[in-house]
């Protein structure tokens, strides 16, 4: 986080990385992820000294996912089904498709 954050803003970021995480993201990436979005929200409600056109005048990051979360939802992907069933050791995952993954994880 850049120095000066809010403890909003420091929240939004650990709960963003903290579900990317819980989703099957590494850290790093689960990282990024938290720092573009809680970015993006600064620039949006004028925290931040420089933002970019797209920052201000795209759509907010919380009505995309809210897009994406709706009736159409496909779930996890396979590769975070695997990398499930690969923590709970379950015989034969890499010859599995999402389907047969989601229902040896009981999903």
């Known amino acids: 986080m850049p120095s000066?954050?809010?403890?909003?803003?420091?929240r939004q970021y650990e709960h963003i990385k903290e579900s990317a995480e819980d989703r099957g993201e590494s850290t790093g990436r689960a990282k990024e992820i938290a720092s573009r979005t809680v970015n993006k929200e600064r620039a949006r409600s004028g925290e931040s000294k420089t933002a970019s056109r797209t920052s201000?005048?795209?759509?907010?990051?919380?009505?995309?996912?809210?897009?994406?979360?709706?009736k159409g939802s496909q779930g996890p992907t396979r590769d975070q089904l695997y990398e499930e069933a690969k923590k709970r050791g379950i015989e034969g995952r890499s010859n599995m498709n999402?389907?047969?993954?989601?229902?040896?994880?009981?999903?």
């Open 56 to 70: 201000t005048q795209d759509m907010s990051s919380g009505k995309r996912g809210g897009q994406r979360s709706g």
């Open 98 to 107: 999402k389907g047969q993954l989601q229902r040896a994880l009981g999903k």
């Open 4 to 10: 000066g954050s809010s403890p909003k803003r420091e």
